[in-house]
């Protein structure tokens, strides 16, 4: 299986009058939006013809990133949300229920570097808009 960890676009912090949206209320910036574009375009050679599967958090710009991944695939690609995916600690248990060739996990810091160390014990910098791929062996 080929794992990639995707950590969601940047993000708009505040809305137009300054406050902060708070975790849950922010989202992904147009800026953020097209940085995804392109770096799936990567993705999408190594992707086309498989059998792809994609979990996200639940929170908006995760799902926002999964739909611009979605998009830029052309793919039908199952999006499974659950609030699971933003623990580390739950990805094995999302692995073992998929037969995909392919899976991407599109979650948050610092569950990302967390699932990567968990993995492959490597310290990884996890910016926002970030692809990490990972063979497992199953």
Same mark, same amino acid.
């Given at each position: 299986?080929?794992?990639y960890l995707?950590? &969601?676009g940047?993000? +708009?912090d #505040?809305? !137009?009058?300054g406050?902060p949206?708070?975790?849950?209320?922010r989202y +992904?910036s147009q800026?953020?939006l097209e940085?995804l574009?392109?770096? #799936?375009?990567?993705?999408k050679?190594?992707i /086309?013809?498989? !059998?792809?599967?994609i979990f996200?958090?639940?929170?908006?710009r995760?799902? /926002?990133?999964?739909k +611009?991944?979605?998009? +830029?695939?052309?793919?039908p690609?199952e999006?499974k949300t659950?609030?699971e995916v933003?623990q580390?600690?739950y990805?094995?248990?999302?692995?073992?229920?998929?037969?995909?060739k392919i899976?991407?996990?599109i979650? &948050?810091e610092p569950y990302?570097?967390q699932m990567?160390?968990?993995?492959t014990k490597r310290? !990884?910098r996890v910016?926002?808009?970030?692809? &990490?791929?990972?063979?497992i062996?199953?």
């Amino acid at each position: 299986m080929i794992l990639y960890l995707i950590r &969601h676009g940047k993000t +708009v912090d #505040f809305d !137009e009058k300054g406050r902060p949206l708070g975790d849950k209320g922010r989202y +992904v910036s147009q800026e953020g939006l097209e940085e995804l574009r392109e770096s #799936f375009e990567s993705l999408k050679e190594e992707i /086309q013809g498989e !059998e792809c599967r994609i979990f996200t958090s639940p929170y908006y710009r995760t799902r /926002q990133t999964a739909k +611009v991944l979605q998009e +830029v695939l052309g793919l039908p690609v199952e999006v499974k949300t659950f609030k699971e995916v933003t623990q580390a600690f739950y990805l094995k248990e999302c692995l073992d229920e998929v037969r995909e060739k392919i899976v991407c996990v599109i979650s &948050h810091e610092p569950y990302i570097s967390q699932m990567i160390w968990d993995l492959t014990k490597r310290n !990884e910098r996890v910016p926002m808009g970030s692809i &990490h791929k990972i063979e497992i062996d199953q």
